[in-house]
Every structure is written in C-alpha cells, then in structure tokens.
C-alpha cells in the first residue's frame, strides 16, 4: 500500500511562501493497493495536481469524508472525470435530507461552477458510503460516523496485514475537559485501532482550541492522546491551521515529538509519499 499526500490544508487553501514546505492545498489523500487499486480521499483542491499525475485511468474512486467545501472544492478540476473511458466512482457519506447527486449538483453546476454534473463525459457512479464494511478492488474498507458537523466518516483501509486510518476532521475531545475516555466511548476508535498509519485531524494548537470547541476540530494535544489510544504505529498530524505557517508546523511537530509518544510523528507536508 502506498499512501501519497496531495492536499494537507484544512478550512481553506493557502497558497504563499510561508506555506511552500507543508503545502497550501486542502484535503486530498492517494492510496494505491499493490494490486493497482486506486483510491482518492476527500477532493480538495489538492485532488487537481494528483489528477494531473495520473494522466488516462481506467477505474478510480474518490472517498469524500463530508461535503464541507475544503474537501469538494477541487472535484471539479479532477482530471478523470473528464476522460470518456474512465470509471469514476464517487462515494459520500449518507444524509437523511438529499442524496449524494443530490448535494454534488449545488456544487456541480452555475453560479458556482460552469459544467454540470450530468454533462461529464466520464463514466460516474454515485455511491452512498455503507456504514460498515466494504470491498474496492484488493482493498477492505470499514467506513463509520465521527464527531464533526454533518454526516462525516472516516475510513480504515486495509490491504492485507496493512492497515491505514483516514479521519481528517474529527473533534473526539468535544465536551471532555481532559482527553481520556475509554475506547468504546471514543467517536473514531474503530477505524484507527491498531493502525500502521492515521492520518488525523490536528488544525489547532493547544493554546487555540479553547476557541473553537464545536467547530469540530482537534488540537495537536487531541491528536496525540487518540493515537496514543488507538494504539498506531505512526501519526500524520493533518487538516492545517490555514493561519498556520511552515515554522508554525514545525514548532508544532517538534513539541509532538518532545512528548516522547509510542509512536512515530510524520509532518504531514503535501507531496509526502511512503509505501506500508
């Protein structure tokens, strides 16, 4: 299993030299199986460039977590989907009020975008997320519910003894006032249980996340304790502080790392690729 960053931002895009090293692009994760099985989590504006990369696909699936727009904003630049012998699949999580095509059209269509949904020329499935166990290809994956506003999952993906945790926003310490709840009481346990890799939610410092209880986020010290928890192998502190320069993450990751965790502390810095 490879695992490849694209988009690391959370919030919003921030392109600018303070941000060269960790990236500017939101939310945008690639995962390729050893059997070739491509996966594309959440389209931010980081899902351009991967798209580009590809060059002519046969099958490939985008995994959205939710349809906040720094994990949508870039779908519509995503190379594939204007490709005539490409299967794209695109998974969202279930809503009780509209269906995937549904939400997907008030993005996919003027004024806020100048090509339709129905008029890409790819070949598109539209997919709710199965709360629970399911196959793409070589790759097993188990989708569930985490504490962030509106339907939003995470994803463990496993491809045979190796396993990867995918939940960029998440909000597990809402309402605790000291971050140490039991497993079964933890929202994303699940999913990042034993994970040789997680991928998780650290927009905020300690110092910040006091102002922004509820807005479903993680501080760096809410990140480290789920990890710690979970019992993973390594942690990418991911979904950046827009506001948050280059030596801002490094101070950041450098602090993590002082805490002397069970763990190893990978920067989640846009253009990161490792092979599990």
């Known amino acids: 299993m490879n695992v490849t960053l694209w988009g690391t931002r959370g919030s919003l895009a921030a392109a600018g030299p303070e941000t060269v090293r960790y990236g500017g692009n939101t939310s945008c994760v690639e995962i390729r199986g050893d059997d070739g099985t491509l996966l594309v989590f959440d389209a931010g504006t980081g899902i351009r460039r991967l798209g580009t990369s590809l060059g002519e696909v046969r ?11 720094d994990h949508l904003e870039g779908l519509g630049f995503f190379g594939p989907l204007y490709q005539p012998e490409a299967e794209v699949h695109i998974w969202g999580p279930p809503s009780s009020t509209q269906n995937l095509q549904q939400r997907l059209i008030r993005y996919l269509s003027p004024p806020l975008f100048p090509v ?13 997320v199965p709360l629970g166990p399911f196959r793409i290809g070589g790759c097993d994956l188990e989708a569930d519910l985490v504490c962030h506003p509106g339907p939003t999952v995470g994803y463990r993906i496993r491809e045979g003894a190796t396993v990867a945790a995918y939940i960029p926003d998440h909000e597990p310490a809402l309402a605790v006032s000291d ?66 320069s280059d030596a801002d993450l490094d101070a950041l990751i450098e602090g993590a790392r002082r805490t002397n965790p069970p763990f190893e502390i990978l920067p989640g810095q846009e253009g990161l690729s490792l092979q599990l």
């Open 59 to 69: 099958r490939v699936d985008v995994l959205l977590t939710h349809l906040h727009m």
């Open 116 to 128: 339709r949904l129905r008029d890409l020329p790819c070949c598109l499935t539209l997919h709710d």
């Open 179 to 244: 971050f140490r709840r039991e497993p079964q009481w933890t929202s994303g346990y699940a999913l990042a249980r034993g994970a040789d890799l997680l991928i998780h939610d650290a927009q905020y410092t300690d110092l910040e996340y006091p102002q922004f209880v509820g807005w479903g986020h993680s501080a760096i010290g809410h990140a480290l304790a789920f990890a710690r928890l979970a019992g993973v192998a390594r942690l990418i502190p991911f979904h950046h502080n827009p506001a948050h």
